[in-house]
């Protein structure tokens, strides 16, 4: 049974004056997953995650919201939350504060338990009661985060949310995401931070100059990829070496590299050649320790489909 669809677009444009941002976009964004979006500045990302919070409207194509069809007002769609271009807070008010003001406007009571629970989801209970002015870019990130989680969204729209996260702040942000994900929540994140979307993502729409030009399951554009340069550590760097110069498919790309103080080979070769150099290294009785692309498949893919120059809307 297929995943019902969070997000479903087809054929979205919308230009700036003479300037097209976007350029026939289709998007589908499955309920209880996160995807990612890609691409060089200008490639349209902000616009299309706009249309998305109801900060802007398509000029034509078809765009559905949590089984809703968007219409031409500037308003946010029911069950969404997020924001584009940072979160917007009052410097002069305490974190707690800016949730609770928040909460007033929706509607909600200010002292609702759920301001501090958003706030410890994202490890910001030592700071509640600190003002916003001073803090740093990672906890203005997570406070917004805590904002749009207030209202307990079905769809999570989020621009650059790992912009200056420290490690513990990387921790909780991807937790609190893995957990929606898992409760059914709908996430739909731009990041040029290749390796979080790795990590937290199962489908990346990649685009360029305002289209498409990947969009599907990160285990497919790896596949799409053909050959990708690999670092390989094994027990026996010689008797590897010796191996993959003469396995099919396998292009030895550098010998003898240094490599966190061991000798490393680095091979040019598809997923399929990799498979069997790593089964024959087995048969043969060397013991591979480490095997990973030195570029990841996201951004080999990335650099290799968005090569150009860029002339579309922001």
Not at 135 to 164: I, K
Request: a negative charge; glycine letters at 10%.
């Amino acid at each position: 049974m297929d995943t019902p669809l969070a997000v479903r677009a087809r054929g979205i444009t919308k230009c700036f004056g003479e300037v097209v941002a976007l350029d026939g976009i289709d998007l589908d964004v499955a309920r209880g997953r996160i995807h990612g979006l890609v691409g060089p500045n200008g490639a349209g990302k902000t616009t299309l995650l706009g249309l998305l919070l109801g900060l802007a409207v398509a000029d034509g194509g078809t765009v559905e919201i949590l089984g809703s069809p968007v219409g031409r007002a500037l308003t946010a769609p029911d069950g969404v939350a997020g924001f584009v271009d940072g979160p917007g807070l009052y410097p002069s008010l305490t974190a707690r504060q800016n949730l609770a003001a928040l909460a007033a406007l929706r509607g909600q009571d200010p002292r609702t338990p759920a301001v501090d629970d958003v706030l410890a989801q994202v490890g910001l209970t030592d700071v509640a009661d600190d003002r916003t002015r001073g803090f740093s870019l990672g906890m203005r990130q997570r406070l917004g985060l805590a904002a749009a989680l207030l209202t307990r969204p079905s769809l999570l729209v989020l621009d650059e949310p790992a912009n200056g996260l420290d490690p513990a702040g990387k921790r909780h942000v991807h937790g609190v995401l893995t957990r929606l994900a898992a409760d059914g929540t709908a996430v739909v994140l731009s990041s040029h931070r290749m390796d979080d979307l790795e990590a937290l993502c199962s489908e990346v729409t990649i685009l360029a100059t305002g289209r498409v030009v990947f969009s599907g399951p990160l285990s497919k554009l790896a596949a799409e990829n053909r050959e990708l340069d690999y670092r390989l550590l094994t027990s026996d760097p010689p008797a590897a070496r010796r191996l993959a110069a003469g396995a099919a498919g396998i292009r030895v790309v550098e010998d003898a590299v240094e490599w966190r103080g061991t000798e490393a080979l680095v091979v040019r070769a598809p997923v399929p050649a990799l498979d069997e150099l790593v089964a024959l290294l087995v048969r043969e009785g060397v013991a591979v320790r480490e095997l990973a692309p030195v570029v990841s498949p996201l951004e080999a893919a990335f650099l290799a489909l968005t090569e150009q120059p860029q002339e579309a809307g922001r």
